[in-house]
T-cell receptor, first 114, second 112 residues
């Protein structure tokens, strides 16, 4: 049962343009969402997060949007840079459940081309 | 501040053996979680420790166990290794009650 889904395994974008990565979830108990960037053979690097009480959070070139009714979130990267090429994972947590367990999506490979 | 460190970085073991992996969290972080990454299953939660107590556990067999020490350092142990245990094992720490988890570089375990 895949509770967090990233339906696009890969995405190719030109340098300077916007990258939009999407994520859907099914568990209505999830109330905290995070995006991570990962290079091969390294641990994920935290990028940005959003609580379910918000619908948008911005940090520099990264913006995360949350649509609770659709159980959908997206990560926007503007402008995209070649160094952004990596696998991006969305993750979700149910804060009310106690503890700190992240459920990850399957990842989207972003390639930013010159 | 130093990041999350994991030792060893690479490990090769034989089926049936056991292995212990170590994780040192970011200074001041009391929550430590472990994840397994495989090509087929992706990133999956193993367990979380907070103040030396297991607070959450994922759907893994009892061969997978862990513990946390008073200095928040954590170890995970896998007994009776199987070929399917070959994976990247990741440790993450967080400053409770903040929910951002910061990951270490991982330990690549290969079971032959």
């Amino acid at each position: 049962d895949q509770q967090v889904k990233q339906n696009s395994p890969s995405l190719s974008v030109q340098e300077g343009r916007i990258s939009i990565l999407n994520c859907d979830y099914t568990n209505s108990m999830f109330d905290y969402f995070l995006w991570y960037k990962k290079y091969p053979a390294e641990g994920p690097t935290f990028l940005i997060s959003i609580s379910s009480i918000k619908d948008k959070n911005e940090d520099g070139r990264f913006t995360v949007f949350l649509n609770k009714s659709a159980k959908h979130l997206s990560l926007h990267i503007v402008p995209s840079q070649p160094g952004d090429s990596a696998v991006y994972f969305c993750a979700a947590s149910a804060l009310t459940g106690g503890g700190n367990k992240l459920t990850f999506g399957t990842g989207t490979q972003l390639k930013v081309e010159l | 501040k130093a990041g999350v460190t994991q030792t060893p970085r690479y490990l090769i073991k034989t089926r049936g053996q056991q292995v212990t992996l170590s994780c040192s969290p970011i200074s001041g972080h009391r929550s430590v979680s472990w994840y397994q990454q495989t090509p087929g299953q992706g990133l999956q939660f193993l367990f979380e420790y907070f103040s030396e107590t297991q607070r959450n556990k994922g759907n893994f067999p009892g061969r997978f166990s862990g513990r946390q020490f008073s200095n928040s350092r954590s170890e995970m142990n896998v007994s009776t290794l199987e070929l399917g245990d070959s994976a990247l094992y990741l440790c993450a720490s967080s400053l409770w009650p903040d929910y951002e988890q910061y990951f270490g570089p991982g330990t690549r375990l290969t079971v032959t």
